[in-house]
């Protein structure tokens, strides 16, 4: 009897165990990137980006993904300029929200919109989290679920993020696609952070708080070509520093 009690225990501790592992993507703190076709299927990837600690302004060539998309997921074509990519996060308590455009001018937010916003990416954040195998969800982009059903309302609004992104600039939108990986071998997305709710939504600033650049191989870099100063020229500057102020003492 206590044998079988032992192995009913070490069932359910088995079972707390595997739940967990499985609800350990997309549990909506991080940064989440989409690629989807029309008609095909969707790809969401859940970036190294902790959205409650992460500082974008400070980030320099960082790699959020060592691989993600692939021309393979998606197997009605072979061509990068069919599939759209966006980006889409909520902090943990869902303060701050963030999406991206394809362009650094400055967007034109709806506050209305922000709940639809937070409500789209729970729900797409949930969705994947169900379906995640290895961190790749891959779902049907016309199945009514998902980020293109829950942000771009079916495919009707495409990179509108559930009405946030108002898109008031022409040929400012926020999804990009991806044509631009088989000729110069990467593709940038400008991030832009909201804070707040529908009454007192704002941009947190005018420019974008950071890039994403996705590479053929599917690597993603934040603020690729922001060009850290090296230690040893720091230490140089302090020491230099340090003889000037040397000199006037003994001046």
């Known amino acids: 009897m206590k044998r079988n009690l032992l192995l009913i225990f070490a069932s359910l501790i088995a079972m707390v165990f595997a739940a967990n592992a499985s609800a350990a993507y997309f549990e909506g703190d991080k940064m989440v990137m989409v690629g989807y076709v029309d008609n095909d299927v969707e790809v969401g990837v859940e970036l190294n980006i902790d959205l409650d600690t992460f500082n974008f302004s400070t980030a320099s060539n960082y790699t959020a993904a060592s691989s993600s998309l692939d021309l393979d997921q998606f197997p009605t074509t072979s061509n990068w300029a069919d599939v759209q990519l966006g980006y889409f996060g909520l902090n943990s308590d869902a303060t701050n929200k963030y999406f991206a455009t394809n362009s650094s001018a400055t967007p034109t937010i709806s506050r209305v919109s922000i709940p639809n ?5 729970k ?13 790749y969800p891959v779902i049907n982009s016309d199945t009514g679920v998902g980020y293109r059903a829950t942000m771009n309302a079916n495919g009707t609004t495409p990179g509108s993020y559930g009405g946030l992104n108002n898109q008031m600039n022409t040929g400012l939108t926020g999804e990009i696609s991806l044509g631009d990986l088989a000729t110069i071998g990467y593709v940038d997305m ?16 005018d420019t974008a708080v950071g890039v994403l650049r996705l590479f053929e191989d599917g690597k993603v870099v934040v603020n690729p070509n922001a060009v850290p100063i090296p230690a040893s020229i720091l230490l140089l500057g302090s020491g230099l520093l340090g003889v000037i102020g040397i000199r006037r003492r003994n001046a």
């Open 190 to 205: 400008y991030v832009w952070q909201v804070e707040g709710g529908s009454r007192n939504g704002q941009l947190v600033q």
């Open 123 to 135: 729900t797409t954040n949930l969705t994947y989290s169900q379906l995640a195998s290895g961190g």
């Open 117 to 121: 916003f937070e409500s789209g990416a």
